[in-house]
């Protein structure tokens, strides 16, 4: 009979691999940068942000539909200067069209 090793929560996976640990902290940072930001989006747009990744220093926001990227590529400037003004660095914010339902973030 196979014995399946002990199951792990992600918090434990994530404290015993560098690699996962890194991605849970990338992960936190972009939900805090958007965490943010949120006042600063429309309130009807914002169903249709998610937070996206971070890659040296460039932050993606995840956007449901062309019109939302339209209205928020009007507010990229003020949504960088925001961060930098709550100390959350970000060389640029790139916007992506990802087509998700809206109604979920991450």
């Known amino acids: 009979?196979?014995?399946r090793p002990p199951s792990v929560t992600?918090?434990?996976a994530s404290q015993n691999n560098a690699s996962l640990a890194k991605l849970m902290e990338l992960n936190r940072a972009s939900k805090t940068r958007l965490?943010?930001?949120t006042a600063l989006i429309?309130?009807?747009l914002r169903p249709n942000v998610t937070a996206g990744p971070i890659d040296e220093g460039v932050w993606c926001l995840l956007l449901?539909?062309?019109a939302t990227?339209?209205?928020l590529r009007q507010l990229v400037p003020?949504?960088?200067a925001h961060l930098r003004v709550k100390g959350l660095e970000v060389k640029s914010i790139r916007l992506k069209i990802?087509?998700?339902s809206g109604s979920s973030r991450s």
Do not use: V
């Open 1 to 3: 009979m196979n014995r």
């Open 64 to 66: 449901a539909n062309t």
């Open 10 to 12: 992600l918090l434990q």
């Open 42 to 44: 429309p309130e009807t």
């Open 98 to 100: 990802s087509g998700f």
């Open 35 to 37: 965490d943010a930001i």
């Open 69 to 71: 990227a339209a209205k």
């Open 78 to 80: 003020a949504l960088e």
